[in-house]
T-cell receptor, first 112, second 110 residues
Framework: EAQVTQNPRYLITVTGKKLTVTCSQN?????MSWYRQDPGLGLRQIYYSMNVEVTDKGDVPEGYKVSRKEKRNFPLILESPSPNQTSLYFC???????????FGPGTRLTVL | GENVEQHPSTLSVQEGDSAVIKCTYSDSASNYFPWYKQELGKRPQLIIDIRSNVGEKKDQRIAVTLNKTAKHFSLHITETQPEDSAVYFCAASGYSTLTFGKGTMLLVSP
């Protein structure tokens, strides 16, 4: 089954404790990205990757890191989480930027 | 960077009525305009998209129109049904990023 998976689905953590949210797709897609969704603000792009080893900042990259060592995986890293990073996070992949984005199920993160 | 404005933020209609959601974008280089539907507690899913070389596209009860000169595009849903109730997002894409509007919550009352 073609899909995008994310783990964990829910996470409660404390300020400053490093965490990683994994994202994996099995559709051989070139383009992957991370979004955060906050009430009233819609979906905002954090980082994107056009291909392996190629990543770039989106609209709200501060406090986040990513890597794309393999085509299928695109983890999101929060080195020192803060309460303002409490949000719903979605990973997405697509064959190109100008095609359907397939979203993962989302990760609800709470930073205390 | 690109800026996408979406209106209205909330739209309530009676079942069977039409619904229209409008978006404007700022970057004239944007050339791909998708619409996503997000039901409560679920992930966004593509419902229709349009490219800059097309003025209108239809898929059953859903249609999208694009005015490149005015830099705006709209989603039209006819004969709305309760299952159309969801949050709808427009988006615009240029060379590297996809920018979303803030979303419209559509409520369809039986």
């Amino acid at each position: 089954e073609a899909q995008v998976t994310q783990n964990p689905r829910y996470l409660i953590t404390v300020t400053g404790k490093k965490l990683t949210v994994t994202c994996s797709q099995n559709m051989n897609h070139e383009y992957m990205s991370w979004y955060r969704q906050d009430p009233g603000l819609g979906l905002r792009q954090i980082y994107y990757s056009m291909n392996v080893e190629v990543t770039d900042k989106g609209d709200v990259p501060e406090g986040y890191k990513v890597s794309r060592k393999e085509k299928r995986n695109f983890p999101l890293i929060l080195e020192s989480p803060s309460p303002n990073q409490t949000s719903l996070y979605f990973c997405a992949s697509s064959s190109t930027l100008w095609g359907e984005q397939f979203f993962g199920p989302g990760t609800r993160l709470t930073v205390l | 960077g690109e800026n996408v404005e979406q209106h209205p933020s909330t739209l309530s209609v009676q079942e069977g009525d039409s619904a229209v959601i409008k978006c404007t974008y700022s970057d004239s280089a944007s050339n791909y305009f998708p619409w996503y539907k997000q039901e409560l507690g679920k992930r966004p899913q593509l419902i229709i998209d349009i490219r800059s070389n097309v003025g209108e596209k239809k898929d059953q009860r859903i249609a999208v129109t694009l005015n490149k000169t005015a830099k705006h595009f709209s989603l039209h849903i006819t004969e709305t049904q309760p299952e159309d109730s969801a949050v709808y997002f427009c988006a615009a894409s240029g060379y590297s990023t996809l920018t979303f509007g803030k979303g419209t919550m559509l409520l369809v009352s039986p």
